[in-house]
């Protein structure tokens, strides 16, 4: 059976409708960067736009960009490319809203604020391409003539051009090399938390720790814990990146085969999927965005606080030490 519909690659391009166009990009961390060297590296014309000068003024200016206060980076843009953080968007284009040109393209690189309507630019061509890879491999990728998929989308569609446009940002990023698959705000929005707080970073984050703690906890030496515990999947995440989940079980052996698929089912029962749905379910309806938007409007304690609890555990400080012998055997 075949999910994918349609992966668009190069061949499904007539024409790049961002060549001779004025691209602001504004922001320079993991993804501004990448976007920004991939798109001139494709002939594009690209503004880097920040809000203040500092370390990200200078690694532009290093790579050879003349960089531009956010206000006057888009004034003549005739796309704008939101790559700051995503709860620093909203107030971002609160600032220079009155400056983008009536016909410009509102671009971004994540749902989050145009689905939770943060942002509303109803006079634009409102577009996404979601890079499903870090800014640094999708520079890297391009580097080396490849590319990572993307995720476009698009939320308004004034001009009727918008999946097409879309589409040319995404072949100079390299992406179409790969493939863009085409989806919703909605849902590129909302799997993307379920998928971060269910297990990529919520439920793992909390397994690992678990299963080191009760290692310590039953007497055993917290650097052999750290090692079987949350050093070894890197591994196993490797194993699935390349073969799935089939041909990372095929890869280990029989013993970890058959022990970790009755204990799995052991640890997350039907109790647990339920809770899982839930907060599945929370995150539709709306209700983390508005936790979420609390939370930072009031300096983000509760993270704070999560994050120091975290840095100071025993599997921190242990793991600390135990990394510098495992990068320091890794071949050169």
Do not use: C
């Not at 907060?279 to 300096?299: N, P, T």
């Amino acid at each position: 059976m075949r999910f994918l519909e349609k992966v668009y690659t190069e061949n499904d391009l007539k024409e790049n409708l961002m060549r001779n166009k004025k691209i602001a990009v504004l922001g320079y961390g993991s993804q501004g960067r990448a976007w920004a060297l991939n798109m001139r590296d494709s002939g594009l014309n690209v503004t880097v736009g920040l809000e203040r000068q500092g370390k990200s003024w200078e690694k532009a200016v290093a790579d050879g960009f003349k960089p531009l206060k956010s206000r006057d980076a888009v004034r003549d843009a005739d796309a704008v490319i939101f790559l700051v953080p995503d709860m620093a968007q909203r107030e971002l284009y609160k600032n220079i809203m009155n400056d983008i040109k009536d016909d410009a393209d509102i671009v971004f690189a994540h749902g989050f604020n145009v689905h939770y309507g943060l942002i509303n630019p109803k006079n634009h061509d409102v577009y996404m391409v979601a890079p499903k890879a870090p800014g640094p491999s999708v520079r890297e990728f391009y580097e080396r003539g490849g590319g990572v998929p993307v995720l476009i989308a698009v939320a308004n569609d004034v001009s009727g051009r918008s999946k097409e446009k879309a589409l040319s940002i995404a072949y100079s990023l390299g992406a179409l090399r790969a493939g863009a698959i085409e989806t919703t705000f909605k849902e590129e929005t909302e799997t993307d938390l379920i998928g971060e707080q269910l297990d990529l970073v919520g439920g793992i984050t909390e397994l690992l720790r678990s299963t080191f703690n009760i290692m310590v906890e039953m007497g055993y030496k917290p650097e052999m814990a750290y090692f079987e515990a949350i050093n070894e999947m890197k591994l196993i995440v490797d194993q699935v990146f390349e073969k799935g989940i089939s041909g990372m079980l095929r890869a280990v052996s029989d013993t970890a085969k058959y022990g970790g698929l009755t204990t799995g089912k052991y640890i997350i029962n039907d109790d647990v999927r339920k809770r899982m749905r839930e907060r599945a379910e929370y995150i539709v309806s709306g209700k983390f965005a508005e936790e979420w938007i609390e939370e930072y409007g009031e300096g983000s304690k509760n993270l704070e606080s999560m994050m120091l609890n975290i840095d100071n555990s025993l599997e921190e400080q242990v793991g600390k030490q135990l990394r510098e012998i495992v990068l320091r055997g890794r071949p050169k």
